[in-house]
Nanobody
């Protein structure tokens, strides 16, 4: 069973920066994709950023130019650097990993709270 452990959430003022981290229990290069999602109460979980096995990245429109997803395979870690934070970025941020091969398996971390004050 794969475990994903997030850290780095917290409270920050609007315009500030925060980096959240996700450590996987196995080699992250074995996954097809790894990504960050976020969720606020009463809303569906939404994709924020994703990085695939070839290090290609994709971002939700509202975070383009402000957030950067990266990885360090030596540390089995994926990061989300968040700059120019806005109050609407407030959410629980979840790390996700999707396995290679079929059938695909999707794994989730426990989430980390990010709160941006105005």
């Amino acid at each position: 069973q794969v475990q994903l452990v997030e850290s780095g959430g917290g409270l920050v003022q609007a315009g500030g920066s925060l980096r959240v981290s996700c450590v996987a229990s196995r080699n992250i290069l074995s996954f097809n994709t790894m990504g960050w999602y976020r969720q606020t109460p009463g809303k569906q979980r939404e994709l924020v950023a994703v990085i695939d096995s070839g290090a290609r990245t994709n971002y939700e429109d509202s975070v383009k130019g402000r957030f950067t997803i990266s990885r360090d395979s030596a540390k089995n870690s994926v990061y989300l650097q968040m700059n120019s934070l806005k109050p609407e970025d407030t959410a629980v941020y979840y790390c996700n990993a999707v396995s290679s091969g079929f059938p695909r398996a999707s794994y989730w971390g426990q989430g980390t709270q990010v709160t941006v004050s105005s």
